[in-house]
Nanobody, 121 residues
Framework: QVQLVESGGGLVQAGGSLRLSCAAS????????MGWFRQAPGKEREFVAA????????FSGDSVKGRFAISRDNAKNTVYLQMNSLKSEDTAVYYC??????????????WGQGTQVTVSS
């Protein structure tokens, strides 16, 4: 089973940018479709973006389309989320996970600790 560690979160002003990283170990990372999800306080976990195992196709949720971009480096076993034009409503804990059913069906595997993103207005 793949283990995932998210990093790169922090406090940023509205309109700013952050890049999140998700490092994978165990499993065969380069064969997994991967996705980013987020959970704001008091809300359910929400799909953000997904990328195929080759990196050839991506899919983004409507709330981040045109602002966030997902990418991956299979040589580094890492998936990234570039977040631009951040808004206060992007404040959440961000998680990565394996996509078991394209494009938004997350694997039943365990979640990492996530990384906190806080956008101040």
């Amino acid at each position: 089973q793949v283990q995932l560690v998210e990093s790169g979160g922090g406090l940023v002003q509205a309109g700013g940018s952050l890049r999140l990283s998700c490092a994978a170990s165990g499993g065969t990372f380069s064969r997994y479709n991967m996705g980013w999800f987020r959970q704001a306080p008091g809300k359910e976990r929400e799909f953000v973006a997904a990328i195929t195992w080759t990196g050839g196709s991506t899919f983004s949720g409507d709330s981040v389309k045109g602002r966030f971009a997902i990418s991956r480096d299979n040589a580094k076993n890492t998936v990234y989320l570039q977040m631009n034009s951040l808004k206060s409503e992007d404040t959440a804990v961000y998680y990565c996970n394996v996509i078991a059913r394209w494009p938004t069906g997350v694997s039943s595997g365990s979640w990492g600790q996530g990384t906190q993103v806080t956008v101040s207005s």
